[in-house]
């Protein structure tokens, strides 16, 4: 099991520039997030899907789209980079175990100029 | 939504104990959960506790939940050179989701 894969790991975009950030889980998992993680702010959802079909708003949704494209995968859209999107996004899944643990991908590091 | 808060940062002597402090405003949330994460990495599940415990112990960690005050603390015990990470609180509210704090950056002096 590969767990939660994203790519890229980093990218460098220009303000104004598109891209789709790629998330996939092989763990049969029902449930699929997106976080952008900042300094000194911890992690905040942009946006969820809790089944497929689903997508849901989180904390922080504005300047993201997002595709439930099957059940193994969900992707994270920027139409328009701007600045204040330069973080670190980190994509997440749960399955409906007891204690319902998110198991996390190892992030993509987005920088926009 | 919720409000998890955490100090930013802790240094420990190697081998002392650690202890990692957390609050949170929801007196709903029924699982409690502590991350891991290294340099570079993603968040590592190390443990949870579920609100109706007011301690788990796990080798060397131990979760201390007051429901009352809430609050949500973590002890490592022999803290180890290897345990210098982020450690964040998370606490689950609703069906899906989790809310996080900023994380304690937990630093081990040789």
């Known amino acids: 099991n590969a767990g939660v894969t994203q790519t890229p790991k980093f990218q460098v975009l220009k303000t104004g520039q598109s891209m789709t950030l790629q998330c996939a889980q092989d763990m049969n998992h029902n449930s699929m997030y997106w976080y952008r993680q900042d300094p000194g702010m911890g992690l905040r959802l942009i946006y969820y899907s809790a089944s497929e079909g689903t997508t849901d708003k989180g904390e922080v949704p504005n300047g993201y789209n997002v595709s439930r494209l099957n059940k193994r995968e969900f992707s994270l859209r920027l139409e328009s980079a701007a600045p204040s999107q330069t973080s670190v996004y980190f994509c997440?899944?749960?399955?409906?175990?007891?204690?319902?643990?998110?198991?996390f991908g190892p992030g993509t590091r987005l920088t926009v100029l | 939504g919720e409000d998890v808060e955490q100090s930013l940062f802790l240094s420990v002597r190697e081998g002392d104990s650690s202890v990692i402090n957390c609050t949170y405003t929801?007196?709903?949330?029924?699982?409690l959960y502590w991350y891991k994460q290294e340099p570079g990495a993603g968040l590592q599940l190390l443990t949870y506790i579920f609100s109706n415990m007011d301690m788990k112990q796990d080798q060397r960690l131990t979760v201390l939940l007051n429901k009352k005050d809430k609050h949500l603390s973590l002890r490592i015990a022999d803290t180890q050179t290897g345990d210098s990470a982020i450690y964040f609180c998370?606490?689950?509210?609703?069906?899906?989701?989790?809310?996080f704090g900023t994380g304690t950056r937990l630093t081990v002096i040789p």
């Open positions: 998370a606490v689950k509210a609703g069906a899906n989701n989790l809310f």
């Open positions: 929801d007196s709903s949330s029924t699982y």
């Open positions: 997440a899944s749960t399955g409906t175990g007891v204690y319902n643990e998110q198991f």
